[in-house]
């Protein structure tokens, strides 16, 4: 499973940003399999923190600061994970990374950069 990230780039600060992370060449059943994937960012200095995840059975969780603005999303005909970012602001500047968990792997994307400019 290889996980390519898109979407990144510059935002102002109350915009929308839409990321994806999808993995053409893996078959359904494989990203049906997925027991959970997630979104992580890591800003310049921090550590690496989790931002939102979903379940098989699309269960989301998300971190307290993005709550009500972002989410989080299967696409399973298309076999991706999506996060739609609304309402952005400076501090979700990062790179922001996917992952997805099946029984015995951990699977993670190349990351993509959101700036949020004020």
């Known amino acids: 499973v290889q996980l390519q990230a898109s979407g990144g780039g510059l935002v102002q600060a109350g915009g929308s940003l839409r990321l994806s992370c999808a993995s053409p060449r893996t078959i359904l059943s494989v990203f049906a399999s997925m027991n959970e994937m997630g979104w992580y960012r890591q800003a310049p200095g921090n550590p690496r923190e989790l931002v939102a995840t979903i379940t098989r059975s699309g269960g989301t969780k998300y971190v307290d600061s993005v709550k009500g603005r972002f989410t989080i999303s299967r696409d399973n005909a298309r076999k991706a994970l999506r996060l739609q970012m609304n309402s952005v602001k400076p501090e979700d500047t990062a790179v922001y990374y996917c992952?997805?968990?099946?029984?015995?792997?951990?699977?993670w994307g190349q990351g993509t950069l959101v700036t949020v400019s004020s």
């Open positions: 992952n997805w968990k099946s029984d015995r792997d951990d699977y």
